[in-house]
């Protein structure tokens, strides 16, 4: 990666609050996202990374316990 890399190369970092209300992201979802990644208020991602958390939090199974050693 060159030294001199311009600002339009730079992912853009944005507030999760920013992103959500683009994304119109349920509340529910948000603070299961926020939860899962340790989110704070005012935290700055990139949209890529608001995304990929978003879509993880969305996916994990809620009310699943695992014994030890994570193996149901």
């Known amino acids: 990666m060159a030294k001199n890399q ?3 190369e730079t992912p853009a970092l ?5 992103l959500a209300a683009e ?3 349920p509340d ?13 208020l005012g935290q ?7 995304d990929r958390g978003i879509q993880e939090a ?3 199974p ?6 030890p050693g994570g193996k149901a």
């Open 23 to 25: 994304a119109k992201t």
């Open 44 to 50: 700055q991602l990139t949209k890529a990374a608001f």
């Open 62 to 67: 809620i009310g699943v316990s695992q014994p």
């Open 58 to 60: 969305a996916n994990e």
């Open 14 to 18: 944005r507030t999760v609050e920013e």
């Open 28 to 40: 529910w979802l948000l603070a299961a996202a926020r939860a899962k990644h340790r989110w704070v």
């Open 6 to 8: 311009t600002q339009d």
